[in-house]
């Protein structure tokens, strides 16, 4: 059974003293507090501002370094980074990207990787996935039917599904696509969740029978299809949320 915590990052839980600092850095440098090519205060500062000993702070700077945003260099000190550096495939920088709320911009990034990469997973499924992997997918699918007012429990069946899916595929890198996946349906569960219409509702929970139906009858083009047809079923729904949203910020104003 697929783990029923993944959201858990993206909640307020107890983090280290270093990872406290490095996210609270992390969010800083995404949203532009520190730019490209800024330095960031020196390690005095630093020291002052958090509170914290020497070596969690600099371990809180090599968490960062490895997640590409800064560099420290001798007699220079630490930059940030341009944000071609950025690993956004990092699920620490995806969470903080996402504690800073969405833009439609990003939404679309997101939706044209799992475009690019999880039809070949569905219709790769179709050839290796097992009896118990069905049986697993539609088990989230049900759990999905089953949740009409419940956004979390449905967000985690759809999670738990295009995982399943990636499993299923036998392709090992689709599990470096977890954080992606697990981002771009929080950004539904947050900006419009098929629960809350039941007709939406309904039609999600059948897109997704679709894909397994496909993968089951071993037929890859079909279930790719399908995948595609489900992504791009969410993506329109958060578009409209978001144009939605925007009107009704303007006519407040």
């Known amino acids: 059974m697929l783990a029923r915590s993944n959201f858990s990052r993206f909640a307020e839980t107890a983090l280290s003293s270093h990872d406290q600092v490095a996210r609270k850095l992390g969010g800083e440098i995404l949203a532009g507090v520190y730019p490209p090519g800024a330095k960031l205060p020196s390690e005095a500062e630093m020291l002052a501002r958090f509170g914290v000993s020497r070596t969690v702070l600099r371990e809180a700077f090599k968490t960062l370094t490895a997640k590409g945003l800064i560099v420290s260099r001798t007699r220079v000190g630490t930059t940030v980074l341009d944000s071609s550096h950025w690993n956004f495939f990092d699920a620490d920088v995806l969470t903080w990207k996402v504690s800073q709320g969405f833009d439609m911009a990003f939404v679309r990034d997101l939706a ?142």
């Open 112 to 253: 044209a990787i799992r475009l690019a990469i999880e039809p070949a997973a569905a219709q790769a499924a179709a050839e290796q996935a097992t009896a118990e992997d069905i049986a697993r997918m539609r088990d989230c699918v049900a759990r999905m039917r089953d949740a009409p007012g419940d956004a979390g429990e449905f967000a985690m069946a759809d999670l738990e599904f295009h995982q399943a899916v990636g499993q299923s595929s036998g392709n090992v890198l689709m599990r470096s696509l977890s954080a992606v996946i697990e981002t771009a349906l929080l950004a539904s569960f947050r900006m419009s969740s098929p629960v809350r219409e039941a007709e939406v509702h309904e039609e999600s929970v059948k897109g997704h029978s679709r894909i397994i139906d496909a993968i089951e009858a071993r037929d890859g083009e079909g279930a790719a299809q399908a995948m595609r047809n489900i992504i791009g079923h969410g993506f329109a729904r958060l578009e409209r949320a978001g144009t939605g949203g925007t009107r009704k910020k303007r006519a407040k104003d």
